[in-house]
């Protein structure tokens, strides 16, 4: 079976691939590269033994991707081809739109024309805002996020499920809650773009001396430590998720359509401070820190309910934080190294 994996050098396009190939499916990249590298696509290869074949182009390219599906026969697609900086899409809020919307509307334009099913979206935690319960189910109210990335994950989920309806298609929307960690074989990581907003990067560059000092965003929050509290998943484990959720469809053979929504997360809350001292002991290293004020738009507390996706997917998070921070440093270690 081919898999089209937009985003497919990206972050966790990139651990997904890894587990798909593991798997025995063939996968069709399409990657803009406008936040991913070219290496990335040889190491891909260097770990699994088999190289994917990749096309360089941006998703709004309507006529390229149509040669893409008219070159291979796609079975499906895990769609993480989408822009992610929080920060920036409310300065950009129609490029945020127009990238993220227009990718995916035409990605189901070929798919509804050529009776393909089976189509992952990587959604997020975000579409819950600040969740009332603790943990987090998938039948808690969707709030409106506050950022415009939020919005377009929140609006993705609406046009597939009407699509998935209209057109009797099969489709799993997948709601991550913090990804983090790195390849163990340390050639796969996250690589941020200029200052990193998200903590774990930016635990590692302080870490490594690029940045000085950590702010931790508000440590007067109503949690164990004042710190704000959430869950953070490692990326493997949720790499394995995609394949678990695609392979469910895939089995699926009803002509109904399907729409599986699941949260990603490992079930446990961690404090900003937690994870700089799981970080400081997994990696005997020092992370120089300061109290800042609260971050607009943060919330104080989000962990997930995984049982859904452990019960219908046999899949669970199985990676200690510990663990998942060790495999940060020796991503670093290995750009440490790439750039000298
Ligand atoms: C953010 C996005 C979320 C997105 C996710 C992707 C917001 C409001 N939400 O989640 O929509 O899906 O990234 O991974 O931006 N922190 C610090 N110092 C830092 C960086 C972060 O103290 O330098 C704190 C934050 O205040 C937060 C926690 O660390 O409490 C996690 O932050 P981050 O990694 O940015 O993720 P989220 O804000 O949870």
């Known amino acids: 079976m081919t898999i089209l994996v937009t985003g497919g050098l990206g972050y966790i396009g990139s651990h997904t691939v890894v587990e798909l190939l593991n798997n025995d499916f063939e996968v069709v990249i399409v990657d803009d590269l406008s936040n991913s590298e070219r290496f990335i696509l040889n190491n891909i290869q260097e770990i699994t033994g088999k190289k994917p074949v990749f096309y360089p182009f941006d998703l709004r390219r ?16 895990i769609n993480f081809a989408a822009s992610k900086a929080v920060g920036e899409s409310q300065l950009k809020p129609v490029d945020y739109y127009e990238n993220n919307l227009f990718s995916l509307i035409n990605i189901l334009q070929e798919f509804k024309t050529r009776e393909i099913s089976n189509f992952i979206f990587s959604s997020s935690c975000t ?23 939020g919005k377009t994950k929140q ?33 796969l990581g996250e690589l941020p773009i200029g200052v990193p907003d998200n903590l774990v990067p930016y635990v590692m560059q302080t870490a490594a001396g690029i940045r000085e000092k950590l702010s931790i965003w508000g440590d007067n929050y109503p949690t164990q430590d004042g710190t704000a509290v959430r869950d953070y998943i490692y990326v493997v ?66 962990y997930a309910n995984p049982e859904k996706a452990e019960r219908e997917l046999n899949w669970k998070s199985e990676t200690s934080l510990e663990e998942s921070l060790r495999t940060v440093w020796e991503w670093q270690k290995y750009l440490n190294a790439r750039n000298s």
Do not use: W
């Not at 943990?135 to 506050?146: C, R, T």
């Not at 699509?163 to 929307?173: D, L, Q, T």
């Open 127 to 149: 579409v819950y805002g600040q969740a009332d319960v603790m943990p987090i189910d998938e039948n808690a109210p969707l709030k409106m996020p506050e950022s415009v990335y």
């Open 62 to 77: 309507k006529e390229l991707l149509a040669q893409v599906f008219d070159a291979h026969q796609i079975d499906g697609c």
């Open 237 to 302: 484990d949720l790499a394995k998720a995609h394949v678990a959720a695609l392979k469910k469809l895939i089995e699926d053979t009803s002509a109904e359509a399907v729409v599986d929504t699941y949260n990603l997360g490992t079930g446990k809350g961690s404090s900003v401070l937690e994870v700089v001292k799981a970080f400081e002991k997994a990696n005997n290293v020092e992370v120089p820190y300061k109290i800042c004020s609260r971050r607009e738009g943060d919330i104080t507390i989000a």
């Open 155 to 187: 609006m993705g989920e609406q046009i597939l499920i009407d699509f998935a309806k209209a057109y009797h298609r099969k489709i799993s929307v997948l709601r991550y809650f913090n990804p983090i960690g790195a390849h163990p074989s340390g050639k």
